[in-house]
């Protein structure tokens, strides 16, 4: 067994916890320090998960030897300030999603923990969810062939949060899993983002995202707070198979079917012809046992694992730079009323100096 | 009790016979004939509803006098001829969906009927079913508010149609409904529509359809023919209750929520400011009992009833007719990549003319 | 292929034409006649299945040359007399469940029907379903291991019937289904059950059946007519996997769960003993793709089969025995108020007899 | 505000934590002390409260004079000793499911309470869920009318106890909620109770309880270790509406159905006859809201109400004692091989001599 790597959990607000409570039970992980300016805020944590040592400025915790790594949990706005000083202080470092509050930001962490050899980790829960496992392997095996498209839908009577609009809170889970599944990751050239607010609130409460993806496939996401009752789905389609993950039915959360439509291209005259022949398949539906384990465990795990290995981890910053470029991309098909957008900021601008120039 | 009217149906196909079979059995109608230029399968009808007769010759039929109206269930390409032309002999018309294959010649139908004082009837199934009819009545009697969003999911294997892509072939079912349910129709200014055709087929075989309503509302039509598992549902939020229409729970197609979020407007200092204090509801589910009623008798009564009271059917030309011009402008955002487009196509002449006038 | 068998319905009520129906479109068979009492209603069916003859006299039919069987949709208190008369006029006979009125005139039936060499068949309709037919197959080939329960529910809101009470009405078909899918057949020693008429109906308006099978195992069945929802579920457990037959979930009638528990011996100081380890399987879920089929067509085929290789049919005279059986049981044990009671009557009597025996 | 009230709980394995916790943070309650013959368990527990005081000795814990009450949960074959200690120390009593391991020594329980004037409370946990607590509601208000059928099915993969069978494992759930349900409580008259031990576990598995309720009503309960879907249902019918509660729908737990059978009398010849009419119901659905709230913690309400107003708690001793007495009378079914047996032991033990005195 090797030792134990020793990380403090930055932020002890709503999701510091869940994070301070995996490490202190993680066998990778010895947990030595909980940083929080509320003082009082960072005791109760530190006393529920058997006392460790409780820290209000940052720059000492980074300062001090006994700690490898570093968990943020803080405000999306303070994540690159931190993320930052926690690298150039040598700790590899996990940041809670959203990567950051702008894309130029989450490169320049990305880029620093490169030059650094530190690992960068982006806190995608999601991914590390039994179910989500099995549809990456699923998907890496090949037993649903290529994609053709991909469906998910994350409804409820949602907080109407204060700050961001309803894709900024509930499209991350969906698209860090799309980037997570997907291999090669989550990388549309171009989205439109379609938003309504119905009830005056200020910002999209009702929201549809439509990704193109390679090859005439498309990813398509629905989110809303409006919605009375709730639905948490993702279909996977694929030439082989055909995947639909059901997170509400813990009875049979991933159902494979082996139902599809297939198109076969037709000699016609000894010449073989686009007019093509559809068959359809009608076989067995297969539900995979999935274990019953903490997403969190799992992912505390992945962290220690890469960085003894010095490899980047499964969800790494790239990971969190692909979602947060399709957040903004997002936000800029939103301020364009629906508008097709490239989802890379710099080919947006181009295309606005290609049009200004073809407009001269 | 009044005489019958007498109907004819032309096209024996696969939608005629339905037509045929209610008319036959319908207390206001007495069914005379069917015509079809395939003899054979115009007396196999025939046959079945009881011996009526069989007509190959169109112009034969509308010269009878005997005949007050016809139910035309042909190709959509043939609907405008036809319907001309019994519309000229002085009856009354039903139309299957699509109204026609183009916008201006569905208008021509109905200007045609207006002047002449007749019926003319879209066949639009789906509003007569006991569930829709009670949607439409929950919605005017005001039980769910002003309406906040529509979302609607119609997917399933589906046939791959050779002529028609998926949004022509499924989606006049949910324009059509929304249509019958929204006070004033289905309106929208523009849409944006989103194919996706990851098999090569040609056309696209998933699609999403963004339509915003009056007032910040909007309305999402997903049709698929490429899911394994179906799913005809339909959500309409609403400022006092939600609506769930789940057509294949047949032990409880509506669900009406007293569940959603108050936003109420925040006295600060005296002054009453837009920051809005938000409440949630979460109140009791209702599910009102459904009569079991074949829709296409409630149709053929409607018809009947229309005629009788010289007054629009409740799917009259016009309901046809924005359903078409939604089915027309997705075309033209499809063949635009996604692109936000106006409904009415005058305006988006109107639209490129400005756009030119501008560049010049 | 072989000539068509000739075929004649006898009665034309609430399930002949349905017989009718699939004789007159079945492969194997020419209907050659319907015949009933009432030559209106006879008339009336013969007209919607291509106009053949119409008898109101049995013994004229049994008399003909051309009828090599009959089906049997009459009042069960009929059914002995018919059958009685058409094996003595040499021809095979179907009859709708139950197969007689009582025990001894089922009895007398299945005896004269093999000393005649001639097929008499039960109408199991049910187990001629795509989903029966492979519950049986599964449990055959071993998938399922031994059996262990057999969980029937078949409630509903029902109409209350004149004659008979819930099990009568509702059972045969849970039974001639365990019947059809237990190697053996059902062959319960005894059972018990349990009947409520809270609304003081004059009979069973919910009932409970306890059928203890070999080995320890023991089948339930559930019948209800006062339920407000409708369930249709079997569920058979086995020692290698359960199933579950859900009959109103069309997309995934059948699973097949590979969960379980397991006993095993354990080893206490050299010596094997009784104690056993309990060990948890978790593992995956099948669901069978089935084909589309009717099962009256299924039937239609398997009786025809049986004539031309001179074999019992999958559901013979004798299966048509041991439900009634059952039934008959089910009937004394709710005279005892729930007794537990021999199924065979003659082993109940000679159980009575021994008790006098002893009480002397 | 009144003063708290004080209590210790006795036992600090696996039921015992979950008492704590809620006694704990109940408003109406200080918890004092743990106490556990384990020091080690019973500290780890007293932490993870507040860090109250830990006692091994029983007698100790009841010669304090700053405690009110007791909380037992420890092994049932302990019940009646410890709370018999208690109550002769003055301590009102809360026990754990079931009452005691006999009829008799929960009646002196009981007894004793009575006599001193002190609280002797069932821990009957699920009649304190909102769930519950409205089915309460709804038969006490009249709104299904007289009671004509519960039917409870709590099946699911479970855990083969060492020392009981399935009966007295789950069936105390059932027995509790049909006793809190029913006005006047469950006071079958006699049962029988069918089990089977397929797979040579030493004990019931897969078990059947038939509970004849008064005016020809019937309550049945289905428990199963070996069921593959966990299922959590029970049906409840009335004269005037049916619930149906599905405990794992957390979105739609109570279904309240205007469904229903009606049976007139019908006068014949001007003479009332008892061949009734039949009319049907077919009514809307309600399901009414719930609110979130732990039944642990309305259960420690209802102990510290019923103390302060010197009245029997919701669940009181004499409603552990009837689930006792089904529990008891159960066992001597299966031991009769599924036999009809009275539920008062004293009355079987009364039949049977009359029985000998019938066979002499």
């Not at 049979?252 to 599809?260: I, N, T």
Request: negative net charge.
């Amino acid at each position: 067994m090797e030792p134990q790597l020793r990380i403090a959990v930055i932020g002890a607000g709503y999701w510091g916890p869940n994070l301070a409570r995996n490490f202190s039970v993680s066998p990778d992980w010895r947990l030595v320090a909980i940083c929080d300016l509320d003082r009082d805020r960072a005791e109760g944590l530190a006393a529920r998960v058997g006392g460790v040592d409780v820290v209000t400025d940052v720059d000492e915790l980074l300062a001090r030897d006994d700690v490898d790594a570093v968990a943020i949990a803080t405000p999306a706005r303070t994540h690159h300030a931190l993320a930052i000083k926690a690298l150039a202080s040598g700790k590899h470092v996990m940041v809670e999603k959203p990567l950051a509050d702008a894309g130029h930001r989450g490169r320049a962490m990305v880029d620093l923990a490169s030059v650094s050899g530190l690992v960068l980790m982006a806190d995608h829960t999601y991914c590390y969810t039994p179910a989500v496992l099995k549809i990456r392997e699923l998907i890496e095996e090949g037993a649903l062939g290529d994609i053709l498209f991909i469906d998910s839908t994350r409804i409820n009577l949602g907080l109407i949060q204060p700050d961001v609009d309803v894709f900024w809170d509930l499209a991350p889970h969906d698209l860090s899993i799309i980037d997570f599944i997907l291999p090669g990751g989550l990388k549309p050239q171009s989205l439109s983002a379609h938003g309504a607010d119905p009830l005056g609130a200020g910002k999209s409460c009702v929201g549809y995202l439509v990704l193109p993806l390679a090859g005439g496939a498309m990813a398509h996401v629905h989110v809303n707070w409006l919605s009375p009752t709730k639905i948490r789905q993702m279909v996977i389609g694929g030439t082989k198979r055909t995947l639909v993950w059901d997170d509400l039915n813990p009875q049979q959360r991933l159902s494979v079917y082996d139902r599809g439509v297939d198109l076969g291209l037709q000699a016609v005259d000894g010449v073989e012809r686009t007019a093509a022949t559809v068959s359809y398949r009608l076989g067995d539906t297969w539900s995979p046992a999935l274990p019953e384990r903490e997403a969190l465990g799992q992912m505390a795990a992945e962290f220690a694992e890469s960085i003894r290995e010095g490899r980047p981890p499964r969800t790494d910053g790239e990971a969190g730079l692909r979602v947060l470029s399709v957040l903004e991309a997002t936000a800029r098909s939103l301020a364009a009323n629906g508008a097709v957008v490239p989802v890379d900021e710099r080919a947006d601008e181009a295309t606005r100096a290609e049009q200004l120039a073809g407009a001269l």
